[in-house]
């Protein structure tokens, strides 16, 4: 038995580790800029040919951020990415719809109906 969320036999790296939380809708630790980050990710998306995913932060550096903003990371710029078991729902400043995320979405959180 083991205590990592995700299941034993699946694909793992950063783009299996996003995907698998968006779709079960939770959070992520990571190193970003030095510091760890915990993110709640709505959208992974390509641009320019770089992948990045669009989050809530939740934390950085063990704190809460001064104000709740949904804050655009390059994948590669996310160090070790690693599911948690800490659920979030979507946020209202995420617009899945925007013009930016046409045709290049390559998964999104879905919002509850």
């Given amino acids: ?10 694909p793992t790296g950063p783009v299996p580790t996003l995907f698998e939380a968006i779709v079960r809708q939770l959070a992520v630790t990571a190193t970003y800029n030095k510091g760890s980050v915990t993110i709640a990710p709505h959208i992974l998306y390509t641009r320019h040919g770089e992948i990045y995913v669009d989050a809530i932060t939740v934390e950085r550096d063990g704190k809460p951020p001064r104000e709740e903003k949904l804050g ?6 996310l160090g070790d990415p690693a599911l948690t078991a800490r659920a979030f729902t979507p946020h209202t400043l995420f ?4 013009e930016k995320y046409d045709g290049v979405t390559l998964m999104a959180v ?4």
């Fill in 72 to 77: 655009t990371f390059k994948l590669d710029g």
């Fill in 1 to 10: 038995m083991t205590d990592n969320p995700t299941a034993a036999g699946a």
């Fill in 95 to 98: 617009e899945p719809a925007a």
């Fill in 110 to 113: 879905e919002r509850g109906g």
